[in-house]
T-cell receptor, first 110, second 116 residues
């Protein structure tokens, strides 16, 4: 079965700093999703990547997909307290449903 | 507001109780899911329903019993649970299921379950 490894597991950054979260898959990626979760709440969809080399941005968050490396990265520029939360990557392969990584817990301090 | 509503948001039950979690989606989607989220573990898929038919059942103990009466509603019936079943239970829906057509999942806020 497909497994997703996220790194780092947790991250504390100062407000205004940039950061990157990585997601590596054990199998070929057919689609990679990024979600954000506030503690104890549901997941909010951020973006989906489907093609190798694809890059998408939403406000200060950019995600890239490296198909050959079976890896995706999520980059936040000039972090703000509103960026704090748990970031999860999810992948789908063929007929299998979304499987998720364990998540990266991000804290942004003033 | 994602269009997926879960009730109750919090539930405390004893091991001999019978309770149910409810999920409703207002998005016109054809697939619905139950996920379990425990501390320090990835989200675990429990059940998938597509067009009201169960298509996935990931070796979930029989003390969890799903029900999908129509494409907008999904229930998770709980009975004789164990303390290790305490977790956040998330419901999700998507436009379709399988064949690479699953697409984005829309999640509810979750039901926090505590089993005493």
């Amino acid at each position: 079965s497909q497994e997703l490894e996220q790194s780092p597991q947790s991250l504390i950054v100062q407000e205004g700093k940039n950061l990157t979260i990585n997601c590596t898959s054990s199998k070929t990626l057919y689609g990679l999703y990024w979600y954000k979760q506030k503690y104890g709440e549901g997941l909010i969809f951020l973006m989906m990547l489907q093609k190798g080399g694809e890059e998408k941005s939403h406000e200060k968050i950019t995600a890239k997909l490296d198909e050959k490396k079976q890896q995706s990265s999520l980059h936040i520029t000039a972090s703000q307290p509103s960026h704090a939360g748990i970031y999860l990557c999810g992948a789908v392969g063929g007929n299998t449903p979304l499987v998720f990584g364990k998540g990266t817990r991000l804290s942004v301090i003033a | 507001e994602t269009g997926v509503t879960q009730t109750p948001r919090h539930l405390v039950m004893g091991m001999t109780n019978k309770k149910s979690l409810k999920c409703e989606q207002h998005l016109g989607h054809n697939a619905m899911y139950w996920y379990k989220q425990s501390a320090k573990k990835p989200l675990e898929l429990m059940f998938v329903y597509s067009l009201e038919e169960r298509v996935e059942n990931n070796s979930v103990p029989s003390r969890f019993s799903p029900e999908c009466p129509n494409s907008s509603h999904l229930f998770l019936h709980l009975h004789t649970l164990q303390p290790e079943d305490s977790a956040l239970y998330l419901c999700a829906s998507s436009q379709a299921w399988g064949g690479g057509r699953t697409g984005e999942l829309f999640f509810g806020e979750g039901s926090r379950l505590t089993v005493l």
